[in-house]
Every structure is written in structure tokens, then in C-alpha cells.
């Protein structure tokens, strides 16, 4: 499996803060889906703009949507070929990482 993202720190975990392909084996991938979409202090961030967030907000403050507003909710899941397999969604990276592994480990 390569690897191509990695979380940030230990408490950037949450598929906010993530974009795009995480790994990719053969033809699967585990990827983001969706936007994502949030609120902070009365300004939306949508995809990409959520990472300009790292330093002031970390999955606690997605977890518990105190000091956020979560508008579009983003997840990971496994695409083969490009196409999203159905019901394999996960919120945080390492279960995201770990159901991946298992997955190619059953092909």
C-alpha cells in the first residue's frame, strides 16, 4: 500500500482535515468524500480551506461541533477503479487505514 497523506498531528485525524487520495493499492484507493463543509466564526470553509484551520481548531472541536458549525459532513471510503464502493464509509483516519489494509487483505 503507498501511502500519500498522513495526519498532520495526533488530534488531526478527523477526514476534515484530509483531501483527496490517502493510499492506493493496485486499482482501490481510500479517499475523501465530499467537500466537507463547515462554519467558524461566521465564515464558511469548504474542502481545502478547512486545513488553513489546523493550528486553531482539531477533531475534538469537529467531534463536538461547540465552536463549529459542520454544513456538508466529509468521510473516507474505498474506490476502485475511481468508482466509490457502497457502504464502506469512515470518519477517522486511522479506522479509515486500518478497514483499508483489511479490505486488500480479503481481495
Sequence with gaps: MKILQTPITANHKSAMFFDGVIATEGNHSLIT?????LVYNGKVYVGKEIQSLIGILNDDDIDDEVTIDILVD???????????LEDLVFC?????????????SKL
Design 74 to 84: 466529509k468521510f473516507f471510503t474505498i474506490s476502485y477503479n475511481g468508482n466509490v
Design 92 to 104: 477517522d483516519y486511522d479506522e479509515a487505514m486500518l478497514e483499508f489494509g483489511n479490505f486488500l
Design 33 to 37: 468524500m465530499q467537500d466537507g463543509e
